[in-house]
């Protein structure tokens, strides 16, 4: 019985040897037949998990699974119809395959670096400007991390010419062989599919049939299936137009059906029948209008105007993927960003109801002015649109190669020539609104021998031993990107100070009102700013991590410190009710309402709210789905919160508040859309 059951046991061991020695033969004769194909899942699936870790660098991003999965299956399905060419055509196949997937790779990691969002085949009709951003560009975008996908082919092509070496190509396939082998791996990426469709949450089925999320959908499905679906989100609005139309026409009622018409406070009709100047002030930041170096503030003008003015601290712009146009929009007409492509571009022919338009119905005259090309962001149609009776661009001001400052026309020189031509307008007509669009301060902030002496350095002056002083000069932020920016806003802001000296002289700020908006951030990453706040000037770096005085500044102080300046200025504003700072959160499509109840105009489809009726219940909805409150900022990629008030926040508000920002998205994108301010459609 013994010598039976050990019989057994050895018979047994034998067999899983054998098994075993078979299965590595079959794993390893799978790989020596398979070598191309594997290299081209492999290498394309590393390109993505990179392109992922150097754009969102979360934990959650870098422990996640699920959108390795999904790369890899869009690899497998592509690389499956490899096998259906001959040996000597396959590797004709995988680079050209291997190629368009690294383009994918390569343009998003650039284009997340600018936008901190991921690329949309609805952008290529802007394809038409880079001309005019090159230099910014090529300063500020690309790195030379952008560059480590094109290892991808390489390794892909090495290993196709040592393959070809040693005639592995010369090898006899049949034909039958080749189909089964596709036909095998198509059937395994369709399995892969199955099981991550079963993982799929109702959140996530959500976010990726709206699309706007585009983080979210990176970290939950890669980036391979992010740019499918975006080629299917981006077609669907022209197929939309044509059979979604009731659907979004009885949504879009239903939402303003319930919207109240706004009450009348203290601050109706307060500047009713002045004229007013609004200054697009490119990329300026609120954070910086507390910065000074060596006793000098970075912006003093501004900080002037905010002291004598109404001063919005706590106030957003809400840009997409059309940063300054989407920032126009958005001001002129209460309405947000659409999910693909851009409304001054992609949907310019639509209709919108506009503060130049509604004001025009006061009896103003309206214009616009910008000494940029007038087809740049499509505002030569689009300004017409929007109501603008007139737009003087570049070609209506006189610029040389001594008046240019970065991507045109210096801001100084450009409120100098616009000066003349105000005075015109003022002397025709009794009420008149004007847009100025600045320029100077533009990325990428490198024209700093044209911005004038503002050193950003630290100078000190320290005592000797042998009583003697000596002025020492610590670097800082010179030579640095942020730097150069601090450089270029001390620029614009003394244009912005210039100019309404000069208007003031002329003698137009008597009966006008004067609104500045920053249009969006500097669009600078968040490591620029370790050096700004944990700067040693002992070893002229930062900080270690671990010292004491280490200043984190994480993902939310970063989001946060994007906000941008709002004022409301008179000259005889100081020291009346209008002198104040507004501290309550507030958005860019809160403008036009605030301004509509202090004008007296209405536009019954504004998705934003008048300041001073809401006060401290608003909420800023961003195109990305986040949303900030006066007690929390909440990250829809993370599903995350910060709070504000150290007060803690119910499950109930966040759920409510994320209801309301689907709901509001999808509104103002149906707006547009499907042209549902269009009366001749009805």
Not at 158 to 168: G, P
Request: proline letters at 3%; hydrophobic letters at 35%.
């Amino acid at each position: 019985m013994k010598i039976k059951n050990k019989f057994n046991n050895l018979k047994e061991n034998i067999t899983k040897k054998i098994k075993h020695i078979k299965q590595e033969h079959t794993i390893s004769k799978y790989i020596k037949n398979n070598i191309l194909f594997l290299t081209f899942v492999i290498t394309s699936v590393i390109n993505a998990t990179i392109l992922r870790f150097f754009c969102m660098r979360m934990l959650e991003n870098y422990l996640s699974i699920k959108p390795i999965i999904a790369d890899l299956i869009v690899a497998v399905l592509i690389g499956s119809f490899g096998y259906f060419f001959k040996p000597k055509n396959r590797f004709t196949y995988y680079i050209i395959a291997n190629i368009f997937l690294t383009a994918i790779c390569m343009i998003n990691s650039v284009y997340y670096t600018f936008y901190t969002s991921f690329a949309s085949v609805s952008m290529l009709s802007l394809t038409q400007y880079i001309g005019d951003v090159g230099d910014a560009v090529v300063e500020n975008v690309i790195q030379l991390k952008d560059l480590v996908y094109i290892l991808s082919p390489i390794i892909l092509t090495i290993v196709h010419l040592k393959l070809k070496k040693k005639n592995y190509y010369k090898k006899v396939e049949i034909k039958s062989i080749r189909k089964k082998r596709g036909f095998r791996t198509l059937a395994a990426s369709g399995v892969l599919t199955l099981l991550f469709i079963v993982t799929m949450t109702p959140l996530d089925v959500s976010r990726f049939a709206k699309q706007w999320n585009k983080e979210y959908i990176v970290m939950r499905f890669g980036i391979y299936v992010y740019q499918a679906n975006d080629v299917i989100t981006s077609i669907k609005p022209k197929i939309n137009s044509m059979f979604g139309y009731d659907k979004a026409n009885k949504e879009f009622k239903d939402y303003f059906a319930n919207v109240e018409e706004p009450k009348t406070n203290k601050y109706t009709n307060i500047f009713a029948g002045k004229n007013v100047i609004v200054i697009h002030a490119e990329s300026m930041q609120t954070n910086v209008m507390d910065l000074e170096f060596n006793g000098q503030q970075v912006t003093p003008n501004l900080n002037k105007l905010a002291q004598e003015g109404m001063f919005f601290s706590n106030f957003y712009s809400q840009v997409s993927v059309g940063t300054s146009s989407d920032s126009e929009l958005t001001y002129n007409t209460s309405l947000m960003p659409t999910k693909s492509g851009t409304a001054f571009v992609s949907y310019s022919d639509r209709e919108f109801n506009s503060t130049p338009k509604l004001l025009k119905e006061k009896g103003y005259y309206t214009f616009s002015m910008h000494a940029n090309n007038a087809d740049f962001w499509n505002r030569r149609v689009m300004h017409k649109n929007l109501g603008y009776d007139r737009f003087y661009s570049k070609q209506d001001y006189k610029v040389t190669k001594e008046t240019t400052i970065g991507l045109g026309l210096s801001d100084k020189e450009f409120f100098a020539q616009s000066i003349p031509k105000i005075q015109s307008i003022n002397q025709k007509y009794s009420n008149w609104y004007g847009l100025l669009i600045m320029l100077t301060n533009h990325t990428p902030f490198s024209d700093t021998e044209k911005y004038g002496d503002f050193p950003v350095d630290i100078k000190e002056t320290i005592t000797k031993e042998d009583g003697t002083t000596e002025q020492v000069t610590y670097p800082y932020m010179e030579g640095t990107k942020l730097g150069n920016y601090f450089k270029s806003y001390h620029y614009a802001d003394a244009a912005l100070g210039e100019f309404i000296e000069n208007l003031d002289a002329a003698g137009l700020l008597e009966n006008t009102v004067l609104v500045i908006y920053g249009d969006h951030d500097a669009r600078l990453p968040k490591k620029e700013y370790n050096r700004l706040y944990n700067y040693d000037k002992n070893t002229d770096d930062t900080l270690s991590k671990d010292d004491p005085n280490y200043k984190e500044y994480d993902s939310y102080q970063y989001e946060l410190g994007r906000k941008v300046p709002l004022i409301i200025w008179t000259k005889d504003m100081q020291g009346t009710k209008l002198n104040q700072e507004i501290t309550n959160v507030m958005g860019m499509y809160d403008v036009m309402p605030t301004l509509g109840n202090m004008f007296g105009f209405y536009n019954k489809y504004q998705l934003g709210h008048d300041i001073f009726s809401i006060k401290e219940d608003n909420i800023v909805v961003f195109p990305n789905g986040n949303w900030v409150t006066n007690k929390v900022y909440y990250n829809s990629q993370k599903e995350a919160y910060l709070s504000l008030t150290n007060e803690p926040i119910s499950e109930e508000e966040i759920r409510k508040n994320n209801e309301y920002t689907n709901k509001l998205l999808d509104v103002s994108n149906n707006i547009i859309v499907f042209n549902l301010l269009d009366d001749k459609k009805e």
